[in-house]
Nanobody, 123 residues
Framework: EVHIVESGGGLVQTGGSLRLSCTVSGFSFDDYAIGWFRRVPGKEREGVSCFNRGDGSTYHADSVKGRFTISRDSARNPVKNTVYLQMNSLKLEDTAVYYC????????????WGQGTQVTVSS
């Protein structure tokens, strides 16, 4: 069974940093794409950063490029692994609920989601 749990959100001032963690279990990193998304009330969900399935290459949205970095445990644990989102130089517009999600083999969209963690950037 797939489990995804995010943590690390909170309140931070503009220019500050936060690191989000996403603990995943029930699947292999090699078989799934893992990504971070965010949602602001009244706006569409936005893809922030992800690891692509297979080669493990990364993607960062233009809005966060150069400020956010996705990474993961270097040691692959068959039972549980962690994906991180390091967020630096935070801006007011980064305020959102951040979700970690996984896309399984054969799926055309991210089909497993965590509960989300709130990030609030204040001036």
């Amino acid at each position: 069974e797939v489990h995804i749990v995010e943590s690390g959100g909170g309140l931070v001032q503009t220019g500050g940093s936060l690191r989000l963690s996403c603990t995943v279990s029930g699947f292999s990193f090699d078989d799934y794409a893992i990504g971070w998304f965010r949602r602001v009330p009244g706006k569409e969900r936005e893809g922030v950063s992800c690891f692509n399935r297979g080669d493990g290459s990364t993607y960062h949205a233009d809005s966060v490029k150069g400020r956010f970095t996705i990474s993961r445990d270097s040691a692959r644990n068959p039972v549980k692994n962690t994906v991180y989102l390091q967020m630096n130089s935070l801006k007011l517009e980064d305020t959102a609920v951040y979700y970690c999600a996984a896309q399984s083999l054969g799926s055309t969209q991210y089909n497993y989601w965590g509960q989300g963690t709130q990030v609030t950037v204040s001036s």
